[in-house]
DNA sequence: CTCCAATAGAGAATTAATTCACGAATAATA
DNA sequence: TATTATTCGTGAATTAATTCTCTATTGGAG
């Protein structure tokens, strides 16, 4: 019986993998050759079983007693994650943020290519920045549908989100990775992954209240 | 009784609650009065009791047949992530991520004052990014003790994350917004969040790379 | 060769989070 | 004024995620 409509990994274990990806990369340069959950888990604080269930979901095997195997690890999480294939993706809105990713070469290492930007902006359009030619956001619709983009990221404004990820669908994109701060309404068929740096900002702050309050009280 | 130790609300909640405030503000800007919870939910493709229970934690209530104040419900929200106060804080590492950071308005709109920035490249030294000043990072120390500054930023490579926050740690900083990937070994009075950009690439990608093999074997 | 310690793996138990179900309150309407 | 539809609030039920427990395997030490 296959699952339907429902992605087939908890969530949390796939936001936990990248970052055993980080870890293991970190062995591999130090020559290690097999790892423990045990390993794991202690550079991370987390509960040796939890780390083992979450690996066990890229199908590796590993030998008792000696652990797994670095290399076939990293190959597994990668294949997991999708970033065993190189994808094509766009950028539209390129402020401060855009040009932060435009910038970010680590993300070659995760399959993304990013071939084009665009924006509005007659000031950003027809410059070079690090690398990636930024048009006006009018010849995206061609563009996209040219090339074959597989990712769309939105870094622009809320107002013009939904306009943005609109374009993206009429492209046929598969996955939007949205940096607005706006919820998109897009068909079922198309992904999307939404970054907002204040959920985190939020997080802390409101923990570091929490926390003052408790010695206050306690 | 009084939990100990343990922060006292549901982190899944904790990252909605951002979300919330965004519509709220919309709505705020329509001049709208009330909302219901189902309204939100609408908005944000989320359970309304989810939504409810959520909005409980900070201890609004709501009226019956009408919701929620809209203008009440983002006081609460935002005392509850503790948006409701000013913390100064200085960002170490001015690279594309920093500087996009640092151009970030909006942030002010969530307490968090940035005064001061700090590198370690000479040629990003003694200049104003966006009205703030770089430091060379010899002066954090000083500085970080004379000002009273709660929350430190590190947008610097893996290889210097955990010196810096030691620094910060030694200049009684409450809280860090850790953007390297790098687990911190801080004290436990220390909060610390970690931004990584890969894990949200890799929720996209990978939820992108299931949605394809599942279309491919039904 | 035998024993020991470390570890994977799998299922059970526990805990956390979400969703359901229902009673009470309230504003709008007839 | 009575009725109705909407929504809050809460406790129960369900589902998801984490942690615990135990067994089997394996490499190394004696």
């Given at each position: 019986m296959r699952k339907i409509?429902?992605?087939?990994?908890p969530e949390p274990s796939m936001r936990r993998l990248p970052t055993y990806l980080h870890v293991l990369t970190r062995l591999l340069r130090e020559n290690r050759l097999y790892v423990s959950c045990t390993f794991i888990a202690n550079e991370l604080y987390l509960d040796p079983t939890q780390v083992r269930k979450d690996l066990a979901l890229t199908g590796i095997v590993g030998k008792p007693r000696v652990g797994y195997s670095v290399q076939e690890l990293i190959d597994k999480i990668k294949a997991f994650l999708g970033w065993d294939v190189q994808r094509d993706a766009i950028l539209v809105g390129v402020g401060n943020l855009g040009t932060a990713l435009l910038g970010y070469q680590r993300f070659r290492l995760y399959g993304?290519?990013?071939?084009t930007a665009f924006d509005k902006d007659p000031r950003r359009i027809d410059k070079t920045i690090f690398g990636v030619d930024v048009l006006s956001v009018e010849k995206l619709p061609n563009l996209i549908l040219r090339k074959k983009i597989d990712i769309g990221i939105i870094t622009v404004g809320e107002e013009a989100a939904q306009e943005v990820a609109d374009l993206m669908v009429q492209g046929f994109i598969k996955g939007i990775w949205n940096f607005a701060p706006k919820t998109l309404i897009v068909p079922d068929d198309v992904i999307v992954e939404n970054v907002q740096l204040s959920v985190s900002l939020g997080v802390l702050t409101s923990k570091m209240k929490l926390f003052e309050t408790e010695k206050d009280t306690v």
């Amino acid at each position: 019986m296959r699952k339907i409509r429902k992605f087939s990994a908890p969530e949390p274990s796939m936001r936990r993998l990248p970052t055993y990806l980080h870890v293991l990369t970190r062995l591999l340069r130090e020559n290690r050759l097999y790892v423990s959950c045990t390993f794991i888990a202690n550079e991370l604080y987390l509960d040796p079983t939890q780390v083992r269930k979450d690996l066990a979901l890229t199908g590796i095997v590993g030998k008792p007693r000696v652990g797994y195997s670095v290399q076939e690890l990293i190959d597994k999480i990668k294949a997991f994650l999708g970033w065993d294939v190189q994808r094509d993706a766009i950028l539209v809105g390129v402020g401060n943020l855009g040009t932060a990713l435009l910038g970010y070469q680590r993300f070659r290492l995760y399959g993304l290519n990013i071939v084009t930007a665009f924006d509005k902006d007659p000031r950003r359009i027809d410059k070079t920045i690090f690398g990636v030619d930024v048009l006006s956001v009018e010849k995206l619709p061609n563009l996209i549908l040219r090339k074959k983009i597989d990712i769309g990221i939105i870094t622009v404004g809320e107002e013009a989100a939904q306009e943005v990820a609109d374009l993206m669908v009429q492209g046929f994109i598969k996955g939007i990775w949205n940096f607005a701060p706006k919820t998109l309404i897009v068909p079922d068929d198309v992904i999307v992954e939404n970054v907002q740096l204040s959920v985190s900002l939020g997080v802390l702050t409101s923990k570091m209240k929490l926390f003052e309050t408790e010695k206050d009280t306690v």
